[in-house]
């Protein structure tokens, strides 16, 4: 033996080792369960997801990169798309669809024009680029095509049309929202103002 470990065994001598006491493992079925929690649980398993998001995510056709996104609700001024048209909306916020699957897309435009709503915002740019190079050599914007679609189909959406050339061209699109129930409301109480209500 080396003087190192004689040394060692020497130290530890009167050492005793520390007694372990044995671990009981309690089942889950000793705890009093709670019927609230265990409720919970299996709706959480069992309830079907619910997707407000309406959009589609396939069937619609490409278009090509310099096509003019225009759309307009009855009701709409033509005053009021002609300013939209020519950008002269500050634009309030703005979302970049580049790049992105049609899958995500469709989740990001609808979150964004359901917040943008909720802020009382009326005018937004959405950029989303004029598409990729097919094999053949021609331009066609997959996304482009469910843009169109899409902002059709939102409720919110009063009316949409290319951007000027500054701003993206026909790689982007000015959008017009539905006024909030607030600003009609301040609205309202702005024409009345120094009116008398009708008895």
Sequence with gaps: MSDDNKLFVDEMADV?????TQRVRKNAVDRPSDPSIEARRKSAVSAPVIDRNQLVEEGVAALDPWYVLEFKRPGV?????RKLRQGRYEMEAQLDLHRMTVAVARRELFAFVEEARKLGLRSVLIVHGKGERGREGEKSSILKGFLQHWLA??????AFHSAQPQQGGTGAVYVLLQKSDDMKRENRLRFMRGRVPPQ
Aim: glycine fraction near 6%.
């Design 16 to 20: 005793n080792p520390i007694k372990s």
């Design 77 to 81: 001024q033509n005053g009021v798309f």
């Design 153 to 158: 189909q939102l409720d919110p959406v009063m």
